[in-house]
């Protein structure tokens, strides 16, 4: 768990975004707690998103010899420019994922920069950030300031933006991904597994509304097509009331289409946790032990702390909580059922406010190794009848 306890500290040395600028991270390095560890789950802590994104750098790229190449920086109040950035955190490109302002970088984020040592991203003649969407002069002045080598990506749209994305995600990586996971425009809560996957595996993230295709993800799937030789195949992360039947039976002209079932976001993140399609490779496929990262989608922005750490060091699968911080369900049945001799590993976004402390002790208790525990719901596709998710 050397791992875990690398997260809480970082996590404890990210000051709050409303400290004065230039307030080092280590300022409020005493705000560790014996709480924030169990045996198998630790808390990445922090007062905002940027903290939590930075505390989570942190712990997935600990050392001078592990360092990302490069940072993408995605505006806290655009979720949707946020998610599509999500694929650079996967390797090659292993970029860190951080929140900024409009108009500033907040003193996390700014602090941290001051700590990487960014290698630059390959093929990329010396790139070492990314400026995503519109950005006030103090975004660039800051980060020159830092000496470095940085560009910006923006369109009028997050579906035009994500087709803008793939020149610079596929020659950095040398390769363009065979698989494009769908995910709903209009669902933020039910898009947010889909980005994570996608910041594991480098899979581009589309998006499409519940009863259209928009051009831009027409014209990128088809894009594919050429690229690859062969139609891509694509996954829906989301269910019909997200994204219509209609819509995956349009998604069907450009390739072979799988939806991930699962009713509530909660549920959708399970059952991409237990995917694997084999021919292809998409899907986490943690049946049996593994690790994960938990969120509440009440506070999506400590996703992009998931996205670190989906991307580099634990590689961990994202789950939702319910919107009061505590486990859907579905959630608690499918850790039973993915209980293995092995054990697995825990990482709790954000503060109490955000997960509270008995959902952690709940999850770490969840992870004890053992037989796999069977009970309603135990599947992961659906939580139990008169138990919602939400």
């Keep these: 768990m050397a791992l875990a306890a690398a997260a809480v500290l970082a996590g404890s040395g990210c000051g709050g975004e409303d400290e004065p600028k230039g307030k080092p991270l280590e300022a409020a390095r005493g705000t560790v707690r014996a709480a924030d560890f169990g045996k198998h789950v630790v808390r990445v802590r922090g007062l905002s998103p940027t903290d939590v994104a930075g505390a989570a750098v942190l712990a997935a790229y600990p050392g001078d010899d592990i360092q990302p190449n490069g940072l993408i920086l995605t505006r806290m109040d655009r979720w949707r420019e946020t998610l599509v950035s999500a694929q650079f955190a996967a390797p090659p490109v292993s970029a860190a994922i951080l929140p900024r302002r409009l108009d500033y970088l907040p003193t996390a984020t700014a602090d941290l920069v001051d700590r990487l040592r960014l290698r630059g991203f390959p093929r990329a003649s010396g790139l070492q950030a990314v400026v995503v969407g519109q950005a006030g002069d103090d975004v660039f002045a800051g980060l020159q300031e830092k000496d470095l080598e940085l560009t910006q990506l923006k369109a009028r749209s997050p579906e035009r933006l994500t087709l803008e994305m793939v020149p610079f995600r596929?020659?950095?990586?040398?390769?363009?991904?065979?698989?494009?996971?769908?995910?709903?425009?209009?669902s933020r809560d039910h898009a947010l597994p889909g980005a994570a996957w996608s910041?594991?595996?480098?899979?581009?993230?589309?998006?499409?509304?519940?009863?259209?295709?928009?051009?831009?993800?027409?014209?990128?799937?088809?894009?594919?097509?050429?690229?690859?030789?062969?139609?891509?195949?694509?996954?829906?992360?989301?269910?019909?009331?997200?994204?219509?039947?209609?819509?995956?039976?349009?998604?069907?002209?450009?390739?072979?289409?799988?939806?991930?079932?699962g009713q509530s976001p909660a549920e959708v993140a399970v059952a991409l946790a237990r995917f694997h399609d084999a021919k292809t490779g998409f899907g986490w496929g943690?049946?049996?032990?593994?690790?994960?990262?938990?969120?509440?989608?009440?506070d999506w922005g400590n996703?992009?702390?998931?996205?670190?750490?989906?991307?580099?060091?634990?590689?961990?699968?994202?789950?939702?909580?319910?919107?009061?911080?505590?486990?859907?369900?579905?959630?608690?049945?499918?850790?039973?059922s993915a209980r293995s001799t092995r054990g697995g590993h825990g990482f709790v976004l954000g503060d109490e406010r955000s997960i509270p402390q008995a959902t952690l002790t709940e999850i770490d208790r969840l992870l004890v190794p053992g037989r796999p525990r069977r009970g309603p719901g135990a599947s992961g596709a659906v939580a139990a009848r008169g138990l919602p998710d939400q």
Aim: aromatic share 8%; net charge positive.
């Design 286 to 298: 943690m049946r049996r032990g593994g690790s994960w990262t938990f969120v509440n989608p009440r």
């Design 170 to 186: 596929g020659g950095w990586a040398k390769a363009y991904s065979d698989q494009i996971v769908v995910v709903p425009s209009n």
């Design 199 to 261: 910041a594991y595996s480098g899979d581009t993230l589309a998006f499409v509304g519940r009863d259209d295709v928009p051009a831009a993800t027409r014209e990128l799937l088809v894009q594919r097509k050429k690229l690859r030789l062969e139609s891509p195949q694509v996954y829906v992360a989301a269910p019909a009331s997200a994204i219509s039947d209609a819509v995956v039976q349009e998604l069907g002209r450009y390739g072979r289409v799988t939806r991930i079932p």
């Design 303 to 336: 996703a992009v702390g998931a996205f670190d750490l989906a991307g580099a060091g634990p590689q961990a699968a994202l789950l939702l909580t319910r919107r009061d911080g505590t486990l859907p369900p579905s959630v608690r049945a499918y850790l039973r």
